[in-house]
Each structure stands twice: as structure tokens, then as C-alpha cells.
């Protein structure tokens, strides 16, 4: 800044004539004029007492700060190293104090605004006498290549100066043996360099932006980092943009501490957030606001390049402007906006492979055949007993692998293939793959993912666009599944008047994600993990093989299941959007309206074909068709009012309404029994029979009042009161409305506990604030009805029993006493920047209780079949703790390094759950068994079953162990040989269900992610990251599919290898399994056999980036260009045993159950940015 005042004044000496000749000229002379009238106004009203001895410089400008508000921006190392000072100053401006501190010393300040800038003085030079001179061009960048406008280029010792124009581009005249060249602006790191290096230099500038003037986004608004007094945590868009994925919410995985993502790895998928845990056994999500304005549902109709910011509000003191909608947390989203100045384009592209990361041993088509033989050995037969030998196998003492599959067993020798259609209309004739088919390897498949976006943004000086367009382009690696997404985005501002500023902010998407989706794509994956390696993946005629054939099992051909589903479709329009006012009556008071709406239109459709090869065959073909449209607005009003009073006292105070009203309508229809399996011809007025036709129409409403009051003395002590008062139409008028208020502080506490001299600025935080959570059912407080044909237990109509009636039932019991969750939650925390702002360290304590939580209602049987309420009577606790630290460092002028960590620990555990201690909440069934249950004095979906203590291995330990009575009949037909020893749990004497217990917690002991940075001169980086989990457990329901009889379906290689035999026990070989045999079906009971150690740790990202020099970009007429290669999930350092240790979490009660998951891909991507 300084360089820029000198610059004008020898521009006004040398060039007075021209000047005034120039009318551009002159304005720009008359704008600079009234700025530094403006600041030199605002510096004379503020004054300063001092009385100091031998203080430190910085002590002094610490003071200074204190009494004026003002934000210093000097060089340390050379304020450190200024002698002490001793001065004694009674209510003088402050620039006279400032003059009187720097008094001697080679330093020199500017005021600009509320900053006052300290830098070196330049000694005074005397005029070269020769006049050999030349000229030293250049282009200044951040360090993604952006051009930087406005940076000061200044010859060290000299007058000479310049600035950037908004190419990034400079140009000085200099004497030839000048030495340094210095480039500063504020929010970058100063550099120097040696003007002899050349006649062109380039840098790249580093960001270094302090606390105290970053601007963090919250609830309807912004405030400065400096004064939050709340847990917030906010991701930029570099650092959003380093992640690949499509999903918005996936790229915060492993960025912020006190959120668990955890990814839904299909094409189109959407990650669950889980922010500081699980408060309910309802709804979990977090709430999202999109440029202020909450929406409903996930990210994924966002284009992820078009955020500039997100901004994670954890606790309750920074969310519960939010209320009722703020429990779990809220995710503040702000778009990218127009700049003033020339127009800037912006291209970005990437093109990717994606693989498995993993994949399972599974036998081949011998080693089935001899886990077969083993199996009838441990049975106790022979090749002489009833029951020896398989249907394709043979039945000799050693299995032999047939020629043929064929409809009534394995055939040897030649088939006559005339009989292929025999018995008609049915087909089982397959040629036996000896080698063994790899189904996994069938489905899985490298896939391509390509994504380009394209942005224009500028303005002038009333108005600013930014315009974009996207294209995401993700086939999956199991075949015949992808996503597609095309996205645009207009916002703009205008300023109509002095005091009036419109805007609009308007993104809209479609989407469409094509082949089979979430249960039906896991079911084709456990279907390859199942299906018989003898098997090939086409008949003899060029049909689906199939399970015909007996001794084959019962599963589906998993590459017809996917085929047979690719027409399948999930379509999705939607318009997220704003208009905003914005009036600012003074400097002081503005009122801001914003009308919002979220359009989202889905058209699916889900194509049945017939699939003869399949044991259970089914002839019959059909569609269904789903439309789900949904439209929500939002309408809020806010009056911010700001106020400096004395020279200490800050106070800012927002008032507001909102209004929101949501709709949902949902129409479905099916037809079957098509002549042809034609896409074009299976629509829905051309079936034949089996109409389906519902629908279902809800609604909601909510009406809210909220303030918010800051105040800060000095910048010092911090104080933040929030109060919401929310009505929402779920519940009955007697209970509509809640309270929601939450009470913070902050003391930055360094200036009151004296100087520390490694320690830059250190803050003291305490929270304590209540949301609310209505999510349990638009209609939870009545009681409804539905009007059906029902089947009659009695003779209604003086006919027969058993008939369907026509009439009106009741369909649910509903609560009129219903009333809101409350999340109360009490948050202490401590931000710290040391050793010259390099260091960065933020940590966070928190409890959050959950009180009056809905649970579901229990009645006797003799209510009937009704569907119940929830009614308020649970309590859920979680405590925990956040970290973050981040290290800055540089290597002279050459390298630039980056480090960042953070970690996550929470505990949860539920008080109560309806005032019954022993209630039990079970997580969803899976093969008739429960692999989690919720109740009290546990946490939320703690896995659960019996203990297994290893095997029996001899006679001597089943005659002593406890008998295995499941069935309450006192005949144990279960222990023998080889299988698990389960514990007696209960010490009763007897192994029961009663002893099942709980095995394992899918909650982790905390997340964590790494990245590290490293630049060289402004060329070349590199950025790693790393991100895991530590300490939760896996229900591995998957496992039991490939590890117990299943039918006649495939096996992991470790079931013939390491499971136990009496030789293998005798020899001291290696055993991890129980013996094999045909009948363990209690094997398969859920037990700790199955839980396993789900902790992981994953190198989740590689990112080189190269930089082009100006002199390549020249010839493209770019302005910047990166390229770049990246790899993400490139590796995983896990003890679990399935495809993925990270598991969807979006079903809260059977969290950390793999019943089969989407495994992660790994994915090699090649890609550019450039800027016009």
C-alpha cells in the first residue's frame, strides 16, 4: 500500500502536465484522494493513552490494538527484533502515537481503514549518476496459478513501485544494478527476489491470510474468524476441489474434525454425514443451507466446483439460529459469486479409471468339489454310505468335474445338444467350466469417469455474475451401473442505488443414474459371491446359464441380473434458487429479503424381465414406474443492525422471520406380463394384467421468529446470545411451538495473561445452546385411516369369512401430545496460533444430550394392527472431543509446505429409551437374525450375539462345557467336534439365546484425516492425503454367505484350507474356521465370530500438479494453466476381511452391518485447469 502511495506521488511530480490532461486520469486521482481523506478521518478520531516502559514493540502495538480496534499487519521478525521502548502518551491520535513508537527505527506504517500496515523503511539512495537502465517484466500467481490483481512489485531501497494489473501481469523500469525486488499484498506472504535472475520474473504468492480479518459464513450471515465463539469449521474450495468426488458431501471426509462421512460408492450415491455422532434413534442428518436458503435431502444435484465454501456449525450455540432443524447439526453452503473487473473464463477437466480395491479368494471349481468330499467325511460317510457324493461331482471317493451341466445332473462325454430345449419351455444345458468361473471378476470392471466444467465470471462496479456449467460422466466398476449429471448455475448482484442491492442465486441439475441401485446391485454382488464356479456365464446356445441344473444351487446368474437391469432408470430434475434484496438504510442498519425455493422432480423406472435359468423360474415380465415430485420455499426477513459505541464496544444484532412450506407428492403404477421385453414397448398402457396403481400425497409447514446479538469489547471479550421460536405443523397447536436459545463467550485471552513470545493470539471459548428435532413423521400427532379392500376375519356381509370388504380402517394411532426432541448441548473450546501464525491448533470438548427423544409406542395386542406413534420418552447422550492442527512453513523462497490433522472422538450411549430398562430395540432383520440392538446403558446399534470361546476339540471339553439348548427341549443336538464353543454367558448352565450379549460397537474411538502439501517456486506441488478410522466394529453379515452351506453356492479358499479337521487339529496347523459340514445352520447364528476389527487406515488421495510458465501460455492466450495427475483410495491398511471396512451408515439401527456393500474404487485421473 505504501508502494502505492509513493508510486502516485512521483507519477504526480514527473507527469503533472498529462494529468491534468486527462480525464481517466484525474478520477482515479480524485477516488484516491477521497479514500485517504476517508482514512485519515477515521485515523484522527481514534486516540490512544500509553504508558510504557521498557515494553517491547510488540507489546505496545498489542495495546495500541486494544484501545482502537484496529488490525496490525507488519513484518515480525522485524518488530521483534526493535529495542524496547519507554513512552508515556495521554489521548493523542493514533498516528501520533504511532509516529512517537517508531520514532528511531527503520520502520514505516500505513492506515488503510482498520488495518494499520508496518513495514521497513527504505533507506534513502542516492540518485544513480548513470543511466543505464532496463526493464524487468512479469506475472504474479497464487499458488494455483490465478492471476493476482493489485500486488505491490517494489524495488527494495527505492521509490520504484508498481502493481499488478488483473492479468497478473507487471512491468518496471529499473537501474541495472538494483538488487531486490519485494511483491506484497495483504492476505500472501511477501517475497523477495533478485532482480539479477533476469529480465522476466514470475512468483507465485502463498495465501496467509490471518484469523483476525477472515470472514467465516454462518447462520444468516457472516462473521469475522476472530470473534466466533462457537465450534465452526469451514472448507475452501481449494480444498474442496482436491477431493474427486461428485458428491459435495463426500469431498468433507476426512477435512473436518467432528464429522464422519461415509461414502455410498455406486454411481450417483450420496454420502451420509453424521456431525459429532448420533443424537437420535430418528433422523440423524445434518440440516443443509444452500446460499442461505435449507433445502431438503442430499448434495448431489450440486455441481461441487460451483462451492466456494462450506461451513460446518457443530454445536449448539453456532446452529440454533437454525432451531428445530439444527440438531444433527448444519452444513452452510455458499456458491461462487461474480468479482469486479475484466471478465474471467475458467475450464477445468479430468478423465479417470476406476477399479476394485479388492476382491475376494474364492475356490475354483475343483476346490468346491473337494470341499464337498471333506464335508460328507466330517458327516461321517463314506464312499459306500447313502448320501456320498453330489449331483455334479459323481460319486466316486474323489470328486471328478463333469463335461456338461444338464437338467438333472453334471453329465461326462458329449451332449446331444437337439435336447437344449427339453423339457420345454425350459434350458439347463452348460458346457462346465473346469478352471472355475470368477464372478466377482464378471461383474467387476474398470470403469471410465470424466468430468468438465466451465465458468464466466466479472462485473463492474454495480454489478457481478458468475455463470458455470458442468458435465459429470461416472460409469461403475460393476458393470451395467453409471450416473450421469449435467448442472448450470447463474448468480448475479446489482446495485440499483446507493442503498439498494438485488441478486438472484439460481443452480439447477439433471441427473440420471441408469442400471440396478442400492439393495438390487449388493444383490447381484452377494449373487457373484454365491454362485457355483462350475458354472459359466453362457449356456451352450448363447443364453444365461443358470442354476437348472441340480447340485448348482439357487442363486441368480449375477451377470443376467445386472444386464437384465441396465435399462433400468432413475431420473432427476432439480432447481435450487434465490432472490434476494438487499436494502442498507445507513452505514449501520440494512434489512435483507430472500425468497428461496427447492423444485425436485424424479421419474424411475424398473424393468422385470424373465429369467428361465434361474431354479425358481419366473415367466413373468413387468415394469413399475415412480414419480416423486417435491417442492419446498422458504421465505426469510432479517434486520441486521451494527454499532460501534465509544471506541471498544461492537455490538451487531439480527433479527428474523422465516417461512417454509414443503410438499411431497408421490404417484407409482405397474404393469406386467409383456409379449415382448422391449424398452420401447413395456410402457405402462400396453401390459396386460396385474394393475398396481398408489399414491400418496404430505406436507409440512414451519413458521419461525430468531435474533442473534454479538458484542465484543475490543475484540477481547466476545459474547454471542441467540434465541429461535420455532412452529411446525407436525405437531397439534398445544405443543407447536419451541424455544430454542443458545448463550456463548470468547476471551482472547494473551493481551490479559502478558506477553508470550511464541504465542500469536490464543482464544477461550464456552458454549451452551438447545435445537430442536421434529424429523419422526409429517403426521405423528392424528390418528388416520385409509379406505381399502381389507380381508375380513368375520362375516361382515352375511356371506363368508375371509373375504375382501370395502370400507374405512384405522391405519395409525396417532399422539396429540407429541412435542419436540430438544438436543442440549455444552461446548468448551481453544483456538491457539503460535510461533509466528505457523502453528494452528483448535480443540473442542462437548456433551450434547438428547432429552423427551420420540420413541416408538408399545400396546397390547388386543389394539389391533395399528401402526403407532412416537411419544416423547427417550434420552440419548454423546460426548466427545475435536482437534485440528495445521503447520506452515517455509524454505526461503523456493519451498512452501502445508500440514494439517484432525481427529474426532465421540461416545454414545442411550439413557433411555420408553421407562423400560429392559426395552429393546432391534436393527433390521437379516436372514431371521438381529445383528444390533439399541437399548438402555449401550450405544445406538451396539452389535449383539453370542461369544465364541474357539472350538471343541476334544470329547473331554463337550462333556464339560455347558449343553447348547436353543429350543428350551433340553436335547442338545448342536456340540460335537470342530464347531464353536459358545459361552454361558449368564452362567446358568445351559447355552441359550438368553445368553447373547453385547459383541462389539460400530462406533469408532475416533476419525482422522492427514494432508500434507509441498510447493516448489510456484511450479510444481504435491498434495497427499490420508484419512481413517480407529476402533469400530463390523458385523461381517456378508461373510456368513460365503462361509456356511448356502445352497450349493461358492465358498472363500480359506473354508477348505483352514477349517478345522481332527488332522489339522493334531498337526498344530493353522485353523480359523469351524469344521464344514451340512448342517450349520447354528454356525451361523450371529456371534463375535462374525465382528471384526473395522478400523482402517487409507491413503485417500495423490494429487502432482504442474504449473506452465507464462512463456508456453503466451501461445494458448491463457492467463494460467495447471495439469494435473491424481490417485485416489490408493491403498488400505485394514484387518478386515470383506470388500470395504467403510460401510453406509445411512440405516442408523444396523450401523457397522456389512450385508454387502458397493465396494470403494480406486481411481487414476488425468486433468487441467485454465483461466482466461
Known sequence: MMQMYEKLATICGDRLTNLLNSSIVMRLSLMWLVVSMHMSVFAIGQHVTLNQRNASLATVLKEIKRQTGYHFLYDAEAVLEAPPISLTLKNVPVEEALKQCLEGLSLKFVINQKNIIISKQSSPVAKPEITTQRTVTGRVTDTNGTPLEGVTVSVMGTAIATTTDNEGTYRLVLPSEVGTIVFTIVGYARYEADSSSGDVINVSLR???????????????????????????????????LAPAGDAASRLQGRVSGVTVTNNNSPGGSATVRVRGIGSINNNNPLYVVDGVPISGGLNAINPNDIETMTVLKDASSSAIYGSRAANGVIVITTKSGKGGKLKLDFSGRYGLQNPMNKLDLLNSQELGEKKWQEKINDGLTPESAGWGDLQYGYGPDPVIPDYTFPQAGKIGEVDENLYS??????????????????????????????????????????????????????????????RRYSVRSNSSFKITNWLEIGQNLGVSYSDQNGLRDGDVTA?????????????????????????????????????????????????????????????????????????????????KVYTLRNPEFTQTNLNNGILETHLSGFQFNWSNTLTFSKILGDNHHFDLLIGTEAIKHTTELFNAGRSSYAFE????????????????????????????????????????????????????????ANRWGTFPALSAGWRALEDLGEVSFIDDLKLRVGWGQNGNDNVGNYNAYST???????????????????????????????????????????????????????????????????????????????GALELASINVGEMKNSGFDLMVAYRHDIGETWHFNASANLSHYKNKAINLNGNPNEIRYGSQLQNDYYTITQAGIPISSHYGYVVEGFFNTQ???????????????????????????????????????????????????????????????????????????????????????????????????????????????????????????????????????????????????????????????????????????????????????????????????????????????????????NF
Not at 469475522?224 to 476441489?241: D, F, I, P, R, Y
Not at 445507513?586 to 428461496?596: P, Q, V
Open 785 to 863: 385411516f385409509r379406505s381399502h379392500g381389507f380381508e375380513s376375519y368375520y362375516n361382515i356381509s352375511g356371506s363368508s369369512r375371509n373375504r375382501s370388504e370395502a370400507g374405512i380402517a384405522p391405519f395409525r394411532l396417532g399422539n396429540l401430545q407429541g412435542r419436540w426432541e430438544t438436543n442440549t448441548t455444552t461446548n468448551a473450546g481453544v483456538d491457539l496460533m503460535m510461533f509466528n501464525r505457523k502453528l494452528e491448533v483448535n480443540f473442542d470438548v462437548f456433551t450434547r444430550r438428547t432429552t423427551d427423544m420420540l420413541y416408538p409406542d408399545t400396546r397390547p395386542a388386543t389394539w
Open 678 to 733: 422391449d424398452e420401447d414397448f413395456m410402457i405402462l398402457d400396453a401390459g396386460e394384467e396385474n394393475f398396481i396403481n398408489a399414491g400418496n400425497f404430505d406436507s409440512w409447514s414451519l413458521f419461525s421468529y430468531f435474533s442473534r446479538l454479538n458484542y465484543n469489547y475490543n475484540g477481547k471479550y466476545l459474547l454471542e446470545a441467540v434465541v429461535r421460536r420455532d412452529g411446525s405443523s407436525r405437531f397439534t397447536k
Open 524 to 604: 447381484a454382488i452377494t449373487s457373484a459371491m454365491n454362485a457355483h464356479p462350475i458354472l459359466p456365464v453362457y449356456d451352450i446356445k448363447g443364453n444365461f446359464a443358470g442354476t437348472k441344473s441340480p447340485g448348482t444351487g439357487n442363486g441368480h446368474n449375477p451377470v443376467a441380473q445386472l444386464i437384465r437391469g441396465k435399462n433400468n432408470y432413475s431420473r432427476e430434475t432439480r432447481i435450487l434458487g434465490n432472490v434476494y434484496a438487499q436494502a442498507n438504510f445507513t452505514k449501520d442498519l440494512s434489512f435483507r429479503s430472500t425468497f428461496g425455493t427447492d423444485l425436485n422432480n424424479n421419474k424411475a
Open 422 to 483: 427339453y423339457p420345454s419351455p425350459y434350458y439347463g444345458i452348460t458346457k462346465a467350466n473346469k478352471a472355475g468361473t470368477d464372478w466377482l471378476d464378471e461383474i467387476f470392471n474398470t470403469a471410465s469417469i470424466q468430468e468438465y466444467n466451465f465458468s464466466v465470471r466479472g462485473g463492474g462496479e454495480n454489478s457481478s455474475y458468475f455463470i458455470s456449467s458442468g458435465l459429470l460422466d461416472q460409469r461403475g466398476i460393476v458393470r451395467e451401473t453409471g450416473f
Open 207 to 241: 495465501e496467509e491470510i490471518s484469523d483476525l480479518e477472515e470472514v467465516v459464513v454462518v447462520g444468516y450471515g457472516t462473521q469475522n474468524k476472530s470473534t466466533l465463539t462457537g465450534a465452526v469449521s469451514a472448507v475452501s474450495e481449494e480444498q474442496l476441489g
Open 956 to 1170: 473331554e471339553e463337550i462333556d464339560a462345557h455347558p449343553k447348547f439348548n436353543p429350543n428350551l427341549d433340553g436335547i442338545d443336538t448342536y456340540s460335537k467336534l470342530g464347531v464353536f464353543k459358545y459361552k454361558d454367558v449368564n452362567n446358568d448352565g445351559v447355552v441359550n439365546q438368553d445368553d447373547r450379549t453385547i459383541i462389539g460397537s460400530p462406533h469408532p474411538d475416533f476419525t482422522y484425516g492427514i494432508n500434507l502439501y509441498a510447493q516448489y517456486k510456484g511450479l510444481v506441488d504435491l498434495t497427499i492425503f490420508f484419512q481413517g478410522s480407529q476402533g469400530n466394529d463390523i458385523a461381517n453379515f456378508a461373510k456368513r454367505t460365503i462361509l456356511f452351506n448356502r445352497n450349493d453356492g461358492n465358498y472363500l479358499k480359506s473354508r477348505l484350507y483352514e477349517s478345522w479337521t481332527p488332522e489339522r487339529y493334531a498337526n498344530g496347523e493353522r485353523i480359523t474356521l469351524p469344521i464344514t459340514t451340512n448342517n450349520d445352520a447354528i454356525l451361523q447364528r450371529p456371534s463375535t465370530f462374525f465382528v471384526e476389527d473395522g478400523s482402517y487406515f487409507r491413503l485417500k488421495d495423490v494429487q502432482l500438479g504442474f504449473n506452465v510458465p507464462d512463456g508456453a501460455l503466451s501461445k494458448l492466450r491463457a492467463s494460467s494453466l495447471r495439469i494435473f495427475l491424481q490417485a485416489t483410495n490408493l491403498f488400505t491398511v485394514t484387518e478386515y476381511s470383506g470388500l470395504d471396512p467403510e460401510l453406509s451408515s445411512g440405516n442408523d439401527s444396523n450401523l457397522g452391518v456389512d450385508s454387502t456393500v458397493y465396494p470403494t474404487p480406486r481411481m487414476f485421473t488425468f486433468g487441467i485447469n485454465m
